[in-house]
């Protein structure tokens, strides 16, 4: 496949199961290896013949993996080639669907099978568990239901960017409307957010009933599985087996206590800063001193190469990994034509390394994201030794530690890239990111807890219930005169529609990180260690201890967070605001 950025990659283990030469494209070589597999598994007389079948059935979800990988990466790297849609688009239509029972009939196979509690305990007790739950929670008839949620949330994902607005002109869609919030002349951005914030009301039929439908359907799914309600079969769907609602809403409860009053302190500063009487929900993402973008870097090769001392000054394996990835081509960083949005880190699962794919365009938010997915890039380099494929792949909350630290103890060294004045500005940014981002994120999980736990409720009472989370949690923000845009902001969120529950992910991963950074502050060669231990792990130990390798507690209330939001709050005072 030439449209790969990296030349072939060697398996990193000879292949003993899947033969050289299958096209794994093409589901009819795909098929005879499961059927092998499936007839295979009764014949496994000792505890060694299971756990050879067992790497072999991983042996091939990482040959099937790293294909889908490459069709994607080709087809990111080049949306105007025809050939590489198609090889994408085949594999989802016809490889994809026909795994999913495949897959779950081999999962049944292993749970029942009889030498499964003959192999050492220890080691794959989180594989059990994992496997054992995905056969626990099937059941035939929610099949059509799931297939229902899937259809309905492409509705919603249709419907979100399919809105665009008239500005100045011009035709836009509503993300390309975000960057206007950036722009110094007030008057433009109340007049951008207004356009965007009336375009959305104009579906706010829509959006309740996509929703409305959405809730039933997984209430239904509940119900079939034999859960109360759609919460609590949720934090087994997602296997949250080392967290409860009730930690979550120690959570919620943190925020408010500890994060809020940092929230109200920068926002005072900013509404001081920017000269106006109160803060208007246009006046968030400008720069308060009405200042130019940062620029850290002219040609992505700087970037790379500054990035690549970042990591030297961090910790030499990390740099060496970086290398590494250099050295193979594993990186399409810069932003040009024929290339899809945003960025990623994906990993090739049988050559076991990392790929990065971003549109660097030389904004701070670019290094922020090269370090973040270098992170996520560390933590596959740091698992290649382990051969069962499953523990290759840690849980998202620990997986988000990875990248979010990295963001953290890369932007101790931001000096690489700026004069230390830009640099203290590219700090404190990131670190007020983080502190609002603690407030939404308690927001919409919130909301989702109460919706779900709330059956049967009328659309005026869920409007209540986020106007009070909004109020709880929304800040000091002025919005009178858009009453009713506050009251339905949570229609922007995606995940509140397609991802039901999964986000408080994000603030686990955040409460992690900083925890890390703030080891880092005392002892950043053992914070380091730990980090790498930890990541080695991968996702072969349950959420608590993989925490605790990584030197940190795997607990969300106050007692954890307050000691964060202080070492936040001093870091930003040490960091002068005006330059
Ligand atoms: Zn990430």
């Known amino acids: 496949m030439d449209l790969l950025p990296f030349d072939a990659l060697p398996a990193h283990k000879p292949r003993r199961f899947v033969p050289q030469g299958i096209d794994l494209g093409d589901w009819s070589q795909i098929a005879p290896l499961f059927d092998q597999l499936e007839g295979r598994a009764p014949a496994c007389a000792t505890a060694a013949g299971l756990e050879r079948w067992l790497l072999d059935w991983g042996e091939l979800n990482a040959a099937i993996d790293e294909e889908s990988s490459k069709r994607y990466i080709a087809m990111t790297c080049h949306t105007d080639n025809a050939e590489a849609e198609k090889a994408y688009l085949h594999f989802v239509e016809h490889v994809e669907p026909q795994l999913k029972p495949r897959q779950f009939k081999l999962a049944q196979t292993y749970v029942a099978h009889p030498l499964r509690q003959r192999l050492p305990k220890e080691r794959y007790a989180v594989f059990?568990?994992?496997?054992?739950?995905?056969?626990?929670?099937?059941?035939?008839?929610?099949?059509?239901?799931?297939?229902?949620?899937?259809?309905?949330?492409?509705?919603?994902?249709?419907?979100?960017?399919?809105?665009?607005?008239?500005?100045?002109?011009?035709?836009?869609?509503l993300i390309q409307m975000g960057r206007y919030l950036e722009e110094t002349d007030r008057a433009l951005r109340q007049e951008a957010w207004e356009l965007v914030a009336n375009r959305r009301l104009q579906e706010m039929e829509k959006f309740e009933e996509?929703?409305?439908?959405?809730?039933?359907?997984?209430?239904?799914?509940?119900?079939?599985?034999?859960?109360?309600?759609?919460?609590?079969?949720?934090?087994?769907?997602?296997?949250?087996?080392?967290?409860?609602?009730?930690?979550?809403?120690?959570?919620?409860?943190?925020?408010?206590?500890?994060?809020?009053?940092?929230?109200?302190?920068?926002?005072?500063?900013?509404?001081?800063?920017?000269?106006?009487?109160?803060?208007?929900?246009?006046?968030?993402?400008?720069?308060?001193?009405?200042?130019?973008?940062?620029?850290?870097?002219?040609?992505?090769?700087?970037?790379?190469?500054?990035?690549?001392?970042?990591?030297?000054?961090?910790?030499?394996?990390?740099?060496?990994?970086?290398?590494?990835?250099?050295?193979?081509?594993?990186?399409?960083?810069?932003?040009?034509?024929?290339?899809?949005?945003?960025?990623?880190?994906?990993?090739?699962?049988?050559?076991?390394?990392?790929?990065?794919?971003?549109?660097?365009?030389?904004?701070?938010?670019?290094?922020?994201?090269?370090?973040?997915?270098?992170?996520?890039?560390?933590?596959?380099?740091?698992?290649?030794?382990?051969?069962?494929?499953?523990?290759?792949?840690?849980?998202?909350?620990?997986?988000?530690?990875?990248?979010?630290?990295?963001?953290?103890?890369?932007?101790?060294?931001?000096?690489?890239?700026?004069?230390?004045?830009?640099?203290?500005?590219?700090?404190?940014?990131?670190?007020?990111?983080?502190?609002?981002?603690?407030?939404?994120?308690?927001?919409?999980?919130?909301?989702?807890?109460?919706?779900?736990?709330?059956?049967?409720?009328?659309?005026?009472?869920?409007?209540?219930?986020?106007?009070?989370?909004?109020?709880?949690?929304?800040?000091?923000?002025?919005?009178?005169?858009?009453?009713a845009a506050r009251a339905n902001l949570w229609h922007r969120q995606l995940h509140i529609f397609i991802h039901a529950f999964y986000y408080i992910e994000y603030g686990i991963a955040q409460l992690g990180a900083l925890q890390v950074w703030a080891n880092s502050k005392r002892d950043k060669a053992d914070a380091l260690n730990h980090y790498k231990r930890a990541l080695a792990l991968g996702g072969s130990r349950p959420l608590p201890e993989l925490f605790t390798a990584a030197g940190c507690n795997f607990e969300f209330s106050q007692k954890t967070v307050a000691p964060l939001v202080r070492l936040v709050r001093g870091e930003l005072a040490r960091l002068p605001a005006e330059r």
């Open 128 to 173: 059990d568990r994992d496997t054992q739950l995905q056969v626990e929670l099937f059941r035939p008839e929610n099949v059509p239901l799931e297939t229902e949620e899937a259809r309905l949330s492409q509705q919603y994902q249709k419907l979100s960017g399919s809105l665009t607005v008239q500005f100045r002109g011009e035709e836009k869609t």
């Open 210 to 483: 996509q929703f409305e439908q959405l809730v039933k359907l997984r209430t239904q799914i509940a119900r079939n599985a034999g859960f109360g309600n759609y919460r609590d079969y949720a934090f087994r769907k997602l296997g949250r087996f080392d967290y409860t609602p009730a930690d979550c809403e120690k959570f919620h409860a943190a925020v408010e206590a500890e994060v809020m009053p940092m929230v109200a302190e920068l926002q005072a500063e900013r509404r001081r800063q920017l000269g106006v009487r109160t803060l208007r929900p246009w006046d968030l993402a400008v720069d308060p001193l009405n200042r130019p973008p940062l620029r850290p870097f002219e040609q992505v090769d700087q970037m790379v190469s500054r990035t690549q001392e970042v990591f030297g000054r961090l910790d030499p394996d990390l740099a060496a990994g970086f290398q590494r990835m250099q050295d193979l081509r594993l990186l399409d960083l810069a932003n040009r034509k024929g290339k899809a949005p945003g960025g990623y880190q994906s990993t090739l699962a049988e050559a076991r390394v990392p790929f990065i794919f971003m549109n660097a365009v030389g904004l701070q938010r670019d290094v922020e994201t090269i370090l973040h997915e270098a992170g996520h890039a560390f933590h596959a380099l740091a698992t290649r030794a382990e051969d069962l494929y499953a523990y290759r792949n840690a849980p998202i909350e620990f997986c988000e530690v990875a990248s979010m630290s990295m963001e953290l103890l890369g932007n101790e060294f931001l000096e690489k890239f700026y004069a230390t004045p830009e640099a203290n500005r590219a700090r404190r940014v990131h670190l007020e990111g983080i502190v609002n981002i603690f407030s939404w994120i308690a927001t919409v999980d919130a909301f989702q807890h109460w919706i779900y736990t709330h059956p049967g409720h009328t659309r005026a009472e869920r409007t209540a219930a986020w106007v009070a989370l909004m109020d709880r949690f929304g800040g000091e923000v002025d919005w009178s005169g858009y009453e």
